[in-house]
């Protein structure tokens, strides 16, 4: 089967073009990327030379290279491309405007012309935030309420793919996930800074108290996930995915992390919070589990151990993407004095 992959370059995009080679080695991957900051071409240069792998360097929001690129005889698309960091969205919501929305619609055109069958890679974030210590979690029914540029983008994306199921009959599957960790994460995220700031020498940066939630995915899991619901998923359907955790807040984290790496609490800064800071995010991936027989197979302290490990033996990976990602803070810091 020929396979395009949006975004494939990207964090979960990467790992989930080795996944399915790894799974299917007689499927051809055609990966359409823009190469935009958040992408490391170096995440899959072990996979290069594979005959069944295709880079194509364009943007999803140009309607002609994703139709030359799907007229090769494609018959999947698994969309992940998108611009996916909530601190930028707050910064320019107009290109996760362009590439969420504009870009997902120009896939979603082109995937109604050949009518083929289309996975979309969603998140969490499209339900909006809990309070604090409820046991309340969001499942497939949970309406949306997007709070963040991005979130609003993902939800808006998420239904056009949906409208393109009523509306034009189009075999669509969608994934909400919640947030992702693992190899190959830019080190502009979350956990790949603590770990990167921690081998510089430098403090892990908290904002705000600390006290937000998230539910935590080691990203192979994700990618099962995926797998699972486009081998196996109901066409029409929304699949809720998340890890096995029991409300980690960032503080907790980053305690779990100094651990691992042997440093002490003195290596934790407050800083000023992100506006409308989501606080609590709790996925039930009931649906998953029994319709589809998936659950995440590495526990969180398994999956945390080997994203430290990895980060520790892949500096060569991560150090150009480390500047940029600093450079990134320092302006933004700045602009939240
Ligand atoms: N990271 C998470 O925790 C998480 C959780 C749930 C869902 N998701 C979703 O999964 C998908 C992938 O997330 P990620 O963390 O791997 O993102 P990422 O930022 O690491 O990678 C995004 C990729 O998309 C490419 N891209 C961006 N704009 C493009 C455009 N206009 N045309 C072509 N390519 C473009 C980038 O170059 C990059 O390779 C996204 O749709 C995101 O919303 C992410």
Redesign the pocket.
């Known amino acids: 089967m020929k396979i395009l992959i ?10 989930f073009v080795r996944f399915w080679l790894s799974r299917h080695p007689n499927d051809e991957i055609y990966n ?9 071409p170096k995440s899959l240069s072990d996979i290069e030379s594979n005959p069944h792998y295709h880079f194509i360097k ?5 309607s002609k290279i994703v139709n030359e690129t799907i007229s090769s005889g494609i018959e999947l698309i698994v ?7 909530v601190d930028r969205s707050l910064d320019d919501p107009l ?1 996760f405007l ?3 929305i504009f ?1 997902t619609h120009t896939i979603l055109e082109a995937a109604k012309k050949f009518n083929l069958r289309f996975h ?6 499209v339900f909006g935030a809990l309070p604090l210590d409820s046991p309340e979690k969001f499942c497939e029914t949970t309406p949306y309420d997007p709070r963040s540029p ?1 979130s609003a983008s ?1 939800a808006a ?1 998420d239904h056009f793919v949906m409208a393109y199921y009523h509306s034009f009959g189009l075999p669509v599957t969608i ?7 693992g190899p ?3 080190p502009e ?1 979350f956990i790949p800074r603590m770990i990167t700031n921690l081998i510089d020498g430098q403090k892990i940066p908290i904002y705000g108290d600390g006290l937000y939630v998230r539910d935590w ?1 080691y ?1 192979t899991d ?1 990618c099962r996930a995926i797998e699972a619901v486009i081998t196996k998923g109901k066409i029409g359907q929304s699949y809720n ?1 998340g890890g096995l955790v029991k409300d980690v807040s960032n503080l907790d984290l980053a305690q779990i992390i100094l651990k691992i790496m042997s440093k002490d609490e003195a290596n934790v800064e407050h800083v000023p919070d992100r506006p409308g800071h989501d606080r609590r995010y709790s996925m039930d991936w009931t649906k998953i589990q029994k319709d589809l027989n998936w659950q995440p197979s590495l526990t969180f302290e398994e999956g945390i151990m080997a994203t430290v490990k990895w980060y520790q033996n892949n500096e060569i990976w991560w150090r150009p993407m480390k500047i940029e990602a600093e450079e990134f803070y320092r302006r933004l810091a700045a602009s939240r004095k």
């Open positions: 949006t975004g494939g370059s990207g964090f979960i995009g990467s790992n359409l990327d823009k190469l935009t900051y958040a992408a490391n364009g943007d999803i929001c140009d969309h992940f491309a998108a611009e996916t960091h290109s362009k590439t969420n870009g979309h890679i969603s998140t969490d974030e991005y993902k994306s994934t909400n996930c919640s947030n992702n960790y190959y994460q830019s995220k995915l990203v994700h995915v």
